[in-house]
């Protein structure tokens, strides 16, 4: 199974690396090491869909970012996105997101975006051997008074829970919003009666009046101050490695000599696990 999986994740390296080219079946065999036939059978069987609809929606995904942040045309982005005609594109889009390009790139909504995650995150991995030192990083931040958009769950308290609950689309949802999501584990201030104290949100200035996802809900947060704390860079397949990484050096680390004390009244915040600048995770303080 390991090297199925390391095929499969050989494809959607390839796929992400030559998004913008003409990706052939035959172009995807050759980097996975099976015959096309084969290729394709163990794609669909690890990602869940067909090598055709993952593109399709990744390119899709793109252009909506494109929309939603440049000043380019439907007809621009049809075409830098592979499809043959301006017509073909919008019923594409239209059938994904349930919305017209053009009514997006003038008023873009929440949709959900395609979030192609490797499958090498999906199934078990080989644990590392933590005992290796790695460096975290630590510095005070400041979060102004902000307004969070979120998606609650029922009774979750983690993220994979979570998924279980609500599903794993409200990322690419949050992904459209024009900020980085991130998650919450809340405080019981925050919580509704019957929800979970972990959620998945965005976070938007105070004077945000903008649209909110049907099912989400708006928190606000007051100014707080948080240590923010940083791992090394990593491979993404070693995310979980470097999650560990952090939660260790966090629960080992000692405010006081900051003159600050953690407190448990604010929100704790996870940015996603991205490996060019390290896992990422900010707990609220307050001074001694």
């Given at each position: 199974?390991?090297?199925?999986?390391?095929?499969?994740?050989?494809?959607?390296?390839?796929?992400?690396?030559?998004?913008?080219?003409?990706?052939?079946?035959?172009?995807?065999?050759?980097?996975?090491?099976?015959?096309?036939?084969?290729?394709?059978?163990?794609?669909?069987?690890?990602?869940?869909?067909?090598?055709?609809?993952?593109?399709?929606?990744l390119r899709l995904s793109?252009?909506?970012?494109?929309?939603?942040?440049?000043?380019?045309?439907?007809?621009?982005?049809?075409?830098?996105?592979?499809?043959?005609?301006?017509?073909?594109?919008?019923?594409?889009?239209?059938?994904?997101?349930?919305?017209?390009?053009?009514?997006?790139?003038?008023?873009?909504?929440?949709?959900?975006?395609?979030?192609?995650?490797?499958?090498?995150?999906?199934?078990?991995?080989?644990?590392?051997?933590?005992?290796?030192?790695?460096?975290?990083?630590?510095?005070?931040?400041?979060?102004?008074?902000?307004?969070?958009?979120?998606?609650?769950?029922?009774?979750?308290?983690?993220?994979?829970?979570?998924?279980?609950?609500?599903?794993?689309?409200?990322?690419?949802?949050?992904?459209?919003?024009?900020?980085?999501?991130?998650?919450?584990?809340?405080?019981?201030?925050?919580?509704?009666?019957?929800?979970?104290?972990?959620?998945?949100?965005?976070?938007?200035?105070?004077?945000?009046?903008?649209?909110?996802?049907?099912?989400?809900?708006?928190?606000?947060?007051?100014?707080?101050?948080?240590?923010?704390?940083?791992?090394?860079?990593?491979?993404?397949?070693?995310?979980?490695?470097?999650?560990?990484?952090?939660?260790?050096?966090?629960?080992?680390?000692?405010?006081?000599?900051l003159g600050y004390k953690?407190?448990?009244?604010?929100?704790?915040?996870?940015?996603?696990?991205?490996?060019?600048?390290?896992?990422?995770?900010?707990?609220?303080?307050?001074?001694?």
């Amino acid at each position: 199974m390991d090297r199925e999986i390391k095929a499969v994740q050989r494809m959607q390296d390839y796929i992400k690396e030559n998004l913008s080219r003409e990706i052939t079946l035959s172009d995807l065999a050759s980097v996975s090491y099976y015959s096309p036939w084969h290729a394709h059978r163990l794609f669909r069987q690890y990602t869940g869909v067909s090598v055709g609809k993952y593109i399709r929606s990744l390119r899709l995904s793109e252009a909506a970012v494109r929309l939603r942040d440049e000043d380019v045309s439907v007809t621009e982005v049809s075409f830098d996105s592979g499809f043959e005609s301006v017509d073909g594109f919008q019923r594409a889009f239209r059938n994904e997101f349930s919305i017209n390009p053009g009514s997006y790139s003038r008023s873009p909504i929440p949709i959900p975006l395609f979030i192609p995650y490797g499958v090498s995150y999906r199934y078990g991995r080989e644990k590392k051997n933590m005992k290796e030192c790695q460096n975290v990083f630590v510095s005070l931040v400041e979060k102004d008074a902000r307004k969070v958009v979120i998606k609650r769950g029922r009774k979750a308290d983690e993220y994979f829970s979570y998924c279980g609950e609500v599903g794993c689309d409200v990322w690419g949802i949050l992904k459209s919003m024009a900020s980085e999501p991130v998650c919450l584990y809340l405080p019981e201030k925050y919580i509704k009666p019957g929800t979970s104290s972990y959620v998945q949100g965005v976070e938007k200035s105070l004077d945000y009046d903008g649209p909110v996802p049907e099912g989400f809900d708006v928190i606000t947060l007051p100014k707080t101050s948080y240590l923010m704390f940083q791992g090394e860079p990593f491979a993404e397949e070693d995310y979980e490695e470097a999650i560990i990484a952090v939660k260790q050096g966090m629960d080992k680390y000692d405010p006081s000599i900051l003159g600050y004390k953690f407190t448990d009244a604010e929100p704790r915040i996870q940015l996603e696990p991205v490996g060019k600048r390290g896992y990422i995770e900010l707990r609220a303080v307050e001074k001694i």
